[in-house]
């Protein structure tokens, strides 16, 4: 099983050799200026409920991934509990107590506009 690159141009113009291409030879790297974007994979015999929980699954190692990698950059990956604790303390007693959001109304002018040109048509 061969992992190819697909341009998305490529993707629009021949949906369905594609589409076949991943059925028989697996996983597709869609690209768009030739940077991956994203991934065509197929579907498993064991059915889409399965294959979106691993989906999902992949996500959570992705963002767990993107913030460890983030945590190295800033220096915090070390951090034990009692220094996590300081700085949320430090944060809260910094931070201005946030105020409740007023309601947003959204004016019912459609509702207006449909019952004059109904009006105005009868």
Do not use: C, H
């Not at 064991?46 to 990698?69: H, K, M, P, S």
């Not at 983030?70 to 931070?95: N, Q, V």
């Not at 947003?104 to 506009?113: A, F, L, N, S, V």
């Amino acid at each position: 099983m061969s992992i190819a690159f697909i341009t998305s141009r490529e993707l629009s113009k021949q949906p369905a050799r594609v589409l076949a291409r991943v059925k028989k030879s697996g996983p597709q790297i869609i690209t768009v200026n030739g940077q991956p974007t994203a991934y065509l994979v197929p579907a498993s015999p064991l059915g889409i409920e399965a294959d979106i929980d691993i989906l999902r699954g992949l996500r959570l190692r992705q963002a767990l991934a993107t913030a460890q990698a983030e945590a190295l950059r800033a220096g915090t990956a070390d951090l034990d509990m009692a220094a996590i604790d300081a700085e949320i303390s430090a944060t809260r007693t910094t931070r201005p107590v946030a105020r409740p959001a007023l309601a947003k109304t959204t004016p019912p002018t459609r509702r207006i506009r449909k019952q004059a040109s109904a009006k105005s048509t009868a």
